[in-house]
């Protein structure tokens, strides 16, 4: 039999120069979106378990190209690699500061909006200059702000810029000046519950695979009571992403968590979409 060695060479190098031209395609196409301003941003709407009122909305940006969103999973890796997550950050932070003070005027409030951010943003850059020029030119207060940093870049961050009083991050910048700190995907790093404690942190979000599980799965469901019995002992906020089903929430809410937002209550939405079904 044949081994994969044994394919003629011309195969390879034809793949390979056919995935490169696809590359600099994407990457002309994701720096001209970036000077046009492409993208959108949708909103996922957050409850409180215990009253189911909304407490807040996720921002997620989206790239309309060629008839198709490509979801965010797509672009933003190739978005850091060419340099241009910083542009697209800004962009999503300017459009939900702008989009947030626009829904004030709805029947329901929208307490705050959460935004994504990536490394690359926070340990390059001016991203809290930019933040605080926003929020200032827009007039909005920095609590109604919350800053998703994934448990990696919280480790980053805490390598290169040390924890506690020694931390003079842009993240603790931000911190400072009254913006929300949540650790996004909580539960897939590594070593997180010995330094959650030197973090400042207003939130955990309890990544969905914890949240798949929680009904069939016994570990699942321990894990996800020892982070939200742990995140109370912390004066935290527990938030679980990914509930798609009423007998999860019935499990979470047994178990005390905060929050929730998932696919059961809905959907990121546009703009539009999102001020119908959710604030009016
Ligand atoms: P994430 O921050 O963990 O965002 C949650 C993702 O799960 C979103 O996918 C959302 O649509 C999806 N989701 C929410 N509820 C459910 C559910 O009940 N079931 C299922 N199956 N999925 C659910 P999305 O919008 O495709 O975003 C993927 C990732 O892209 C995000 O994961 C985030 O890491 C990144 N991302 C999105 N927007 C931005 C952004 O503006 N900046 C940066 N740096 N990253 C972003
Ligand atoms: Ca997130
Ligand atoms: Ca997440
Ligand atoms: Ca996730």
Redesign the pocket.
């Known amino acids: 039999a044949k081994k994969e060695g044994d394919l003629p060479c011309y195969l390879f190098s034809q793949e390979m120069s056919e995935q490169l031209s696809y590359l600099h395609e994407i990457e002309e196409s994701l720096h001209l979106a970036v000077r046009e301003k492409q993208f959108q941003v949708h909103y996922?709407p957050q409850y409180s378990l215990n009253t189911l009122e909304l407490v807040g909305a996720?921002?997620?940006?989206r790239w309309p190209r060629k008839n198709r969103m490509v979801?965010?999973?797509e672009f933003?890796p190739l978005a850091e690699k060419f340099g241009l997550?910083n542009q697209i950050?800004e962009f999503?932070f300017d459009t939900a500061v702008k989009q947030i003070n626009q829904w004030s005027h709805c029947n329901v409030a929208l307490p705050r909006v959460a935004?994504?951010?990536?490394s690359t943003q926070l340990l390059t850059g001016n991203f809290g200059a930019f933040v605080e020029q926003t929020l200032s030119t827009n007039q909005l207060a920095a609590d109604r702000i919350d800053i998703?940093v994934t448990e990696s870049v919280m480790m980053k961050n805490i390598e290169h810029n040390g924890a506690g009083e020694n931390d003079t991050s842009c993240l603790s910048i931000l911190q400072e000046k009254g913006l929300e700190i949540s650790i996004?995907?909580f539960g897939t790093g590594y070593s997180s519950l010995s330094y959650i404690k030197h973090l400042n942190v207003d939130r955990i979000k309890i990544d969905?695979s914890f949240i798949d599980d929680i009904e069939f799965k016994p570990e699942a469901r321990s894990i996800v009571k020892a982070i939200i019995n742990m995140g109370h002992s912390l004066g935290l906020k527990v938030l679980a992403?990914?509930?798609?089903t009423p007998n999860q929430l019935d499990i979470l809410k047994s178990l005390n968590c905060d929050e929730g937002?998932?696919?059961?209550f809905s959907?990121?939405l546009d703009a539009e979409k999102f001020e119908m079904k959710c604030l009016s």
């Not at 996720?58 to 940006?61: D, M, P, W």
């Not at 992403?241 to 798609?244: F, H, K, L, T, Y």
């Not at 937002?261 to 059961?264: D, P, V, Y």
């Open positions: 996922q996720e921002a997620l940006v979801p965010p999973g933003i997550i950050g999503v935004i994504n951010t990536s998703e996004d995907d969905k992403e990914g509930i798609e937002q998932g696919f059961l959907k990121p």
